[in-house]
């Protein structure tokens, strides 16, 4: 069985299949049967387990598009006693799919754990694998060749951190040579400085002359330690290298104790040289996460900042702080302070509004609101409902394609993409589906993504559809999976069943098998301690943390946890969906500092960057939803109870904003698709202060 067209032939493949329907063949493999999956499960859950078994009950299985994954798995297993024989049996019988890829990687770095390089050499194939990559050098290493740092280093030395088992056994071997130069490592160490890798600059220090080492230690020091960093800098060398570090410090010192970096500043800032752009990125840094604990003085301070300091995260900071201090003129000079690339954001666009109308200026205003009002984002919607017209969502219906339909389903990688998450496979499914269609064009996809989403398989419209008109294929885009009992189970928690669609969407991407680094887990990420806590409260009952990937558990977990957030901030689901982010605790101390803001300052106001985009995506994905399951909305203004005031659940009987089309409506810009673990980054350059890993220690 194998692969009769790799990726990078998938037009020609795609093409050829087509005109073989057009002259009358049939392409379609047969559905496979409820009992051939039943049987490839048994038998993987037996091939798991190592050894021979599996192939008693894979008898029937020989032409079933899953089988090689079966061998692969158990040749896998068995990894510590397999020889060279049987991999490549298996790599010749089956050269181009993953499963042949993944046991190869797997044999090879089993190989390099014997020491076997003779072997490894053998079945070795270049790869973007860096450990691979490096055990590959050991290998020549160990039969008496020379690194050649072009051949060899020169694109591994642009990785700011390298897996260590393997490669530093090849960078000593590169020191001992002379190929890691003075010059050398400090490119290196500045990339790691860059890169926040405190630990690969400590290793590389100490292969600096001895005359350089005690630079590098110290701006691994200020990673690792910047508090102790700056205590002592006082005593440095003003060195070039020590400027480097000392400067910083200071940038991640004021990320967690401002006031700190505020004392460290007064009394290094005329004991090094600093250049121009170090004082600048100190004086950032200090503006900045002042302005994220919204101090007396964050606004001036801002406001102070020279030009060439300035970065988008300063400029929108200054915003936020006017902002939550209710001063409109000072937000209106904040945001015209914007270059035009970060001014037209839509957020700013609101806020410019929310400035103007502040200070009398009504019909400017409104000529803001109006074009932002055609978009279907949460401030688009916020911009409705201030100018009290109808949502403006344009949905686009996906075109029939039957002979493109016919072709994709013929593509063997497509249908074990299917028949993996069919089987309950999803990661192995989204891989193959990833092959496949490599290289294919926006209408293939597309046409491929509506097979998915009719199989049930919605998170491929999610990751798929994320851009221009794309983005308004709204029905593969916010799917109603009545399978996973959402609605009954929001309606028995006493929650609105399409917030309860907003959270899982921003949560999972409808992936149910969706783990964070965290280990929150399934459609509504849930952790498996704060699961067994809801089901004891609930008399539900708790089956383990493995339970939490069943789509049905997960949500009605969920719904019930989401329940419980929404009641500890009088039923609010705006605040219920911060809280559900980035922890109830941090939402009462925002409360306590902030509570008398209106609900869209109070977000704006939130520190992370990450429960901000969280709550304003959750609430315009409520929006939506409601618009899915009823044709119309209730309107975002109403959802976003004032703070203090206790929330109406809405009923049959709750009256709904129509919604339109206006010609004038354009897509929204592509969003974050709101994928827990690596789909979210915890903190960017314009979240200013550390935002929680995504799902931290609260679900």
Known sequence: ????????????????????????????????????????????????????????????????????????????????????????????????????????????????????????????????????????????????????FDKDLATLWTKPSLPSSACDPVLGAAYDQGLLTSTRLWERIDRAADAGQGGTIATLADWLPDNEKQAGQRLALALRDPAAAVASASTWPDTPRHRQAAALALQRLARRQSASADDGWQKLQHRFAFTPAQRGRILNALAVFHATDFDENALARLEALPADAQTDASREWRVRVALAQQDWQATLTAIEAMPPTQRDDGEWRWFKARALDGLGRHEAAQRELEPLANQSTFFGF????????????????????????QALLALPGLQRAFELYAVGLPKLARREWSAALDGADPDTVRQAVDLAYRRGWYDRAVFALNSGDALRYYEQRFPLAGQDGLVPQSQQAGIDPAWGYGILRAESAWMSDARSGADARGLMQLLPGTAALVAKRNGLPWNGGESLYDPVVNVQLGTRYLAQMAARFNGSPWLASAAYNAGPARVDQWLAARGSLEPDLFVASIPFKETREYVARVMAFAVIYDWRMSGKAIPLSQRMTPIGTAYQLPDAGTLRKTVGCPAAAAPAKAESNGAPAAAQSPASATSAQPAPAPSASIR
């Open 1 to 148: 069985m194998s692969e009769p067209a790799r990726p990078r032939r998938f037009h020609r493949y795609l093409l050829l299949t087509v005109g073989w329907l057009l002259l009358g063949g049939s392409a379609t493999a047969d559905e496979p049967s409820q009992a051939q999956r039943d049987a490839f499960r048994q038998a993987y859950a037996s091939a798991q387990q190592g050894g021979d078994a599996w192939r008693a009950l894979a008898q029937n299985l020989a032409d079933y598009p899953l089988y090689p994954y079966l061998e692969a798995t158990a040749l896998t297993h068995d990894l510590r006693q397999l020889d060279r024989g049987a991999v490549e049996d298996y790599l010749k019988r089956y050269p181009n799919l993953i499963p042949a890829a993944d046991l190869r990687r797997d044999f090879l770095l089993e190989l390099a754990r014997r020491k076997d390089w003779d072997t490894f050499l053998a079945l070795y194939r270049p790869s973007g694998n860096d450990t691979l990559i490096c055990d590959a050098l050991q290998a020549r290493l160990a039969k008496g060749e020379k690194l050649d």
């Open 382 to 405: 916020l911009a409705a409902d201030k100018l009290d017209t109808d949502y403006a969502i344009c949905p686009l219906t996906l075109p029939a394609d039957v002979q493109r339909e």
